[in-house]
């Protein structure tokens, strides 16, 4: 057999990953994954140069995860001529400049939520990727799954008729022993909100992809475990506090609740909780309707649930579990056959073609930095709500 030298010579991208900790291990799947799972994209990432705060730290992560080369210095990643795509997994509070000067430099973004902790930032990295003409995408990881990817359809062609209410929660308990040290996700400073930055800007992705754009809230943002131990040199994940450490305050909030009206009518409800004891990584939601209503859930993603009212309601009673399976979304380039729950990492590989898709096409991903900021502006618009203790439209 001959191949041709043109045959099948898929496109490279170079990657450029900024931070090296726990969501580095994830995006890095997600490349590694790609070109076995979307052969047909004809894209091969090239795990370029990773940047960390120290050298230790970045020398350590690059070999872990197989990037050729890495620096202390994140401005040398953004800025080295042999880059195509900049992706940004530090702390919140450094999304903005590192986004900015990757945009600056005419590289596209991936960058993880939330997008910034102010609106001015978040409006800022968006117009600038708009103007610059790069693409950009929001490390969101649940919109792309095969059961939100259904939802959507069946929001879309009617299936549920008009939508009267979304109810949504994010309830995770890796946060709730009170010895754990304040790490960055604490600080508002570089996390931004607690629970409803982290979880809940998840939350608020979904319920606007689904529902459409939040006009107006109410807030009630808590904090249950007001100080934790010092963090002495902990960066990261799994540190442990030190024996008798002094406590700091913790900045930002554990649980939130926030009541939502939606562009096209419907209302939302929106909750979060870092320390809700029993509920390990329990994101799930409930989509009513005039015609039916649908209910997802993470954990349980293999199928979604579905009920409609008229025939089939007069027939039988409850819902109908509608298992995922290759004719749904991307399940097809996991697995032939249904009912294989797709987790937050095999997502991730979604997210990434899809912003490699929009490179290599020409056009918007989604979720963009127009979503991403978006999704800031909605959490701006609870903590206000919260602290002035009133309704508040959400800024657009
Ligand atoms: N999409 C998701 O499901 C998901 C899940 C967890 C976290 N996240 C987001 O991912 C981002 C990273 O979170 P994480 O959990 O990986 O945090 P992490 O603390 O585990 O890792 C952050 C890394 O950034 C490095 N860093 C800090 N300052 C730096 C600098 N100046 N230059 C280069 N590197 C620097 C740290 O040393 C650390 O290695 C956050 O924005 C977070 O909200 C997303």
New binding site residues.
């Given amino acids: 057999m001959t191949i041709t030298a043109t045959e099948a010579r898929p496109r490279t991208l170079r990657v450029a990953l900024?931070?090296?900790?726990?969501?580095?291990r994830?995006h890095s799947f997600a490349y590694n994954s790609l070109p076995s799972l979307f052969p047909e994209l004809g894209v091969v990432p090239e795990l370029s140069i990773l940047?960390?705060?120290d050298d230790e730290?970045a020398r350590a992560?690059a070999a872990q995860l197989g990037f050729a080369r890495f620096t202390s210095d994140?401005r040398e990643a953004v800025t080295a001529d042999d880059i195509d795509v900049v992706d940004i997994?530090?702390?919140?509070s450094?999304?903005f400049d590192i986004a900015m000067a990757a945009i600056a430099a005419g590289k596209h973004v991936y960058c993880?939520?939330?997008l910034a902790i102010t609106v001015d930032e978040a409006r800022r990295m968006r117009d600038a990727a708009r103007v610059a003409g790069v693409r950009t995408i929001v490390?969101?990881?649940y919109l792309g799954g095969p059961g939100i990817q259904l939802a959507k359809q069946f929001v879309d062609d009617g299936t549920l008729g008009d939508i009267w209410q979304i109810k949504s929660h994010f309830f995770a308990d890796g946060n709730a022993d009170p010895s754990l040290p304040r790490?960055?996700h604490y600080e508002r400073a570089k996390a931004g909100l607690g629970s409803l930055g982290?979880l809940g800007s998840?939350v608020i992705s979904l319920v606007e992809f689904l529902g459409g754009p939040v006009d107006e809230v109410f807030g009630e943002l808590a904090t249950v475990v007001p100080e934790r131990p010092r963090a002495v040199g902990a960066?990261?994940?799994g540190s442990k506090a030190e024996e008798g450490a002094p406590l700091d305050p913790v900045e930002n909030d554990d649980i939130a609740t926030v009541v939502a009206r939606l562009s096209g009518g419907a209302r939302a409800l929106i909750e979060t909780s870092r320390v809700a004891n029993g509920h390990s990584f329990d994101l799930a939601l409930e989509i009513v309707g005039s015609k039916g209503s649908l209910r997802f859930s993470q954990q349980d993603s293999y199928a979604v649930d579905l009920f409609l009212r008229g025939e089939q309601a007069q027939r039988f009673t409850g819902t109908t579990a509608i298992t995922m399976g290759p004719q749904h979304g991307d399940y097809a380039a996991y697995w032939p056959f249904g009912g294989v729950t797709l987790g937050?990492h095999e997502q991730k590989a979604i997210e990434v073609r899809n912003l490699f898709r929009a490179i290599v096409e020409g056009h918007e991903a989604y979720p963009s930095f127009e979503q991403g900021a978006s999704v800031v502006e909605v959490l701006d618009a609870a903590q206000r709500s919260s602290d002035e203790r009133v309704w508040v439209d959400v800024a657009r």
């Fill in positions: 900024i931070g090296g900790g726990l969501m580095a994830s940047a960390d705060v730290r992560a994140w997994v530090t702390p919140n450094l999304h993880e939520k939330p490390g969101f990881s790490t960055w982290d998840h960066l990261s994940y937050l």
